[in-house]
């Protein structure tokens, strides 16, 4: 055995053994306390493949198109269906990453007040080049970046609105619900300022709590005011066009030339010729006339035959066959980790 | 009716040609079928490329890695600590770029060490997976025979358990080729009765499957049959009358 | 051209199953759904749940654009259902495809029941919380299972909300939270990933199911084994539940599960005669052999 070959064996082995002894050993020995990263990182090594896929449909798809080979004008429909998916999925991620950007400008702020309170109630008092922070001052320095953020955000509603045609807002039920939201929420987080504004030098937790929960609803419906926003955009339309009126409308059409296909198969190839066949089309005519509303005109008890059969006959055979399998798999998947069966790993 | 909004019109409208197109490879195979499941396959492939890279590369790994996650406060101080050992992410990444030596002649048998390692964790996945699935399975499986209702005996309970667990054991026994059986002895007999038994019964269940799957692949052309006569037709009737309002048509 | 039984051009066939499907739904013909009776089990363990805090149902949505006849009409009827009876939930996905779908969804059923009712309405983060599409699979579920705040391996949704900035997610610890785990997938290979690995050694929520046809008889196994409590059978079993809403919501606004079990009847009916007429064919054809 070569020593690449004793090399992606022993990898294969270290892939599984965290996961079988996760698995065996009880949780009180406290071996999977970093399950979520070590999750992170094996999701992660497969998530490098994303790639993979990409590559060889430009180099299969891309070299018809370029050497104009047999069968290249379907694949132009590929590449920039390809293209088309991926610029817009991309755009429609750079805008909600700036809707995040923006309503971060409040998250900031909510758990800045969180801190502070969380820092006052354990006595800690950090402290930036020699100056000391006391929970008074942080309240100051929270108050000073609130006010003009809740002056812009008057702004920035109207001029979101303003985005969006009038014909669209006087229609859109969820954009006028989040804008009454917003403006409430606003208008709660002002009151607090104004109030805390008042009290000037004085702390008190409750305060900066409650200031804290209206920022975190304010957040919320500035981030609902902005993304309803986002959706009457040209951005939003064409990811819809693009996956509600191509992507779902193909992958059903796909699938549903099933239906063709079935009734062809049932009349070309379904042959009752022996006692196997007989009982499979007898169970078969018995579960398709108990699904469906006719079969009650014919007898109100096929809908409970049918259930019988499932229930009973059906599902204990299901269940040996799923066992079986399901037995199989777990050798086989002993045999993979062991590297049992891998000729082509030599 | 709810007036539709002309995209909603524009994806109705298309979303029914391409059925059209879909549906024209019944008659024949044609460039008009090709065009729109090559445009299929080029959506799906985009959509399934930026995704993870949006909901979990970019977000649970190189923003805290980078750690852009961490903001400053109005004071100067830092909402989080930045984590040193969130750098140990790069090692499954190098790792992971192996992937792409499957493109070099030399260097290829290294992507068979990130297969390795993805198919060992399944692997090492699959025992906890099969216990967890089969288990209850077979606690189910173990149905009392004789069923009472109160002091009587419930004969179609009892019937029906006593025919689900020898299903489960026939089914199961005509898949057992461990030994053979010696031809002419009794038991053998039995058991060529059982295994036989167990076929007719899976025959039920494949029967079942059968029903169930003409309803699965009906229930998917009916739903398209049912857009293109309801949505659709609505859908060309609304942009007939929306160019029609455009060019002032009365 | 000589017309034979047993040779009849499959494009006869297929016109023929398209002229017998376009009838009644031109004609607008709605029939009673057969009832099922694990629809009813989905329904009365849904309406046995008591909207508290802290505790909310976890739905699954595991289905693309190739279930769409069958997954989306059980989604819309049990989220509905959900709306209604203001029980908070949340929606994931463990397969890409549904993740525009997590969207929508909801927020399509929210605005029709606002339309329905316009003195009410239901709230996103309130009411509904879209987490996303979490890439992971079976190794997210049991990050999740095992945390003793969820809000922690989860984080935000997939609007970019802080997790615990939302009122559905205040008092929400670990998996207990969940009231009701309820999955609808077609042939994704997600279902086994939930039965495998989304509990705890302490508890398992009821799993709920909403399957594509083709898989009711394995469906039905793990609803003998006690590992499923309630399941939705293809779009049969979403035109049943549908058919329980009308009778707890008669204002309810019709929807097209009814239309579509009348299709679905014929076709059926049109699939046994052709088995029929394929097996005359052959025999009527061996005895002119013979």
């Known amino acids: 055995m070569s020593i690449r070959s004793l090399l992606i064996r022993g990898v294969t082995f270290l892939g599984g053994v965290y996961f079988f002894l996760k698995f065996v050993l009880p949780e009180s020995t406290g071996f999977a306390t970093y399950h979520e990263q070590i999750s992170d990182g094996f999701v992660l090594v497969g998530a490098m493949a994303l790639a993979l896929g990409l590559i060889n449909l430009l180099m299969v798809h891309g070299g018809k198109v370029l050497y104009r080979r047999k069968g290249w004008a379907p694949s132009v429909a590929l590449l920039v269906g390809l293209i088309a998916m991926m610029v817009v999925t991309s755009l429609d991620w750079r805008e909600t990453r700036k809707i995040s950007a923006s309503v971060q400008r409040i998250t900031t702020l909510k758990d800045f007040a969180d801190r502070i309170v969380l820092d006052a109630s354990k006595g800690i008092v950090p402290e930036i080049a020699g100056e000391k922070l006391p929970p008074t001052v942080r309240k100051r320095y929270l108050l000073d970046a609130l006010r003009p953020l809740a002056s812009d955000l008057h702004t920035e509603r109207q001029t979101l609105l303003l985005v969006v045609a009038e014909d669209s807002r006087a229609s859109n039920l969820t954009l006028q619900r989040f804008n009454n939201e917003f403006s409430s929420a606003l208008a709660d987080t002002e009151r607090l300022l104004a109030l805390e504004e008042k009290q000037g030098e004085d702390f008190e937790p409750s305060g900066l709590q409650q200031l804290s929960q209206a920022l975190s609803t304010l957040g919320v419906s500035f981030r609902g005011l902005s993304t309803a926003v986002y959706g009457e955009s040209l951005v939003k339309h064409l990811y819809s066009f693009l996956f509600e009126g191509l992507f779902i409308s193909l992958g059903a059409a796909m699938f549903s030339l099933l239906g063709f296909y079935i009734s062809a198969a049932a009349y070309r190839a379904f042959r009752v010729k022996s006692v196997e066949s007989v009982l499979m089309m007898t169970a078969a005519l018995f579960v398709m006339l108990g699904q469906i509303p006719f079969g009650l005109w014919i007898s109100e008890s096929l809908p409970e035959i049918r259930l019988w059969l499932l229930e009973v006959p059906s599902a204990g055979a299901a269940q040996a066959i799923d066992m079986g399998a399901s037995l199989a798999g777990l050798v086989m998947a002993f045999r993979m980790w062991l590297s049992i069966e891998s000729e082509s790993f030599k | 009716m709810t007036a539709l909004s002309t995209w909603t019109i524009l994806n109705i409208l298309v979303g029914g040609i391409a059925t059209l197109a879909i549906f024209s490879f019944l008659i024949k195979e044609n460039s008009f079928y090709r065009f729109f499941e090559h445009l299929y396959i080029g959506i799906a492939a985009g959509f399934g490329i930026i995704l993870p890279i949006k909901n979990f590369l970019w977000p649970k790994i190189l923003e805290p890695m980078m750690g852009m996650d961490i903001v400053q406060f109005p004071d100067g101080t830092y909402s989080q600590e930045y984590n040193p050992l969130l750098l140990l992410y790069v090692a499954p990444i190098l790792f992971g770029l192996l992937f792409y030596t499957i493109y070099s002649t030399r260097f290829s048998w290294m992507a068979k060490l990130v297969i390795g390692l993805l198919l060992g964790a399944s692997g090492g996945m699959a025992f906890e997976g099969f216990f967890n699935y089969v288990i209850p399975q077979l606690e189910g499986s173990f149905k009392p025979l004789i069923v009472f209702d109160g002091a009587s005996i419930d004969l179609m309970q009892s019937f029906n358990n006593a025919l689900f667990v020898f299903t489960l054991l026939s089914v199961m026994y005509y898949f057992f080729f461990s030994f053979q059986l010696t031809p002419g002895k009794k038991i053998s007999r039995v058991l060529v009765g059982v295994s036989a038994s167990g076929r007719w019964l899976m025959m039920v269940c494949f029967g079942a499957y059968f029903g169930s799957t003409v309803m699965a692949r009906m229930a998917l052309l009916v739903e398209r049959l049912q857009f293109l006569l309801t949505d659709w037709s609505a859908a060309i009737y609304a942009a007939a009358a929306q160019l029609g309002a455009h060019l002032g048509v009365a | ?290």
């Not at chain 3, 989604?75 to 009876?85: A, K, M």
């Not at chain 3, 309405?121 to 945390?147: C, H, M, P, T």
């Not at chain 3, 079990?261 to 025999?283: F, K, Q």
């Open chain 3, 1 to 290: 051209m000589k017309f034979s039984l047993d040779a009849i051009d499959r494009r006869f066939v297929y016109l023929l199953i398209l002229i017998a499907l376009v009838v009644p739904l031109a004609l607008e013909v709605h029939l009673t759904p057969a009832p099922m009776k694990s629809a009813k089990k989905f329904f009365d363990i849904i309406e046995q749940v008591k909207p508290e805090k802290g505790k909310f149902v976890l739905l699954v949505f595991d289905f693309g654009p190739n279930s769409k006849a069958e997954n989306f009409p059980q989604s819309e009827v049990v989220v509905e259902h959900l709306l209604r009876r203001r029980i908070p939930f949340a929606i994931y996905s463990q397969y890409l495809q549904a993740e525009p779908l997590l969207e929508s969804i909801p927020a399509g059923v929210a605005a029709r029941l606002s339309k329905e009712k316009p003195a009410e309405s239901w709230e996103y983060g309130k009411d509904w919380v879209n987490l996303g599409f979490r890439v992971g699979g079976a190794l997210f579920i049991q990050g999740l299972v095992r945390s003793e705040r969820m809000a922690e391996v989860l984080k935000k949704d997939a609007r970019g909300n802080d997790i615990t900035s939302l009122p559905l997610f205040d008092g929400v610890t670990s998996i207990k939270s969940i009231s009701v785990l309820a999955q609808f997938s077609s042939l994704t290979g997600t279902l086994e990933t939930i039965l495998q690995f989304f509990q705890s050694s302490e508890y398992r929520p009821p799993l709920l199911h909403g399957c594509t046809s083709i898989t009711i008889p394995a469906a039905y196994v793990f609803m003998n084994s006690g590992q499923m409590s309630g399941l939705l059978e293809g779009v049969a079993g979403a035109a049943s539940y549908s058919a329980l809403l009308y009778g707890e919501y008669p204002g309810r606004e019709p929807d097209r599960s009814t239309l579509m079990m009348t299709g679905l009847g014929v076709a059926h009916l049109v699939v046994i005669a052709l088995v029929l007429l394929g097996n005359l064919a052959a025999w009527l054809s061996s005895r002119r052999k013979v």
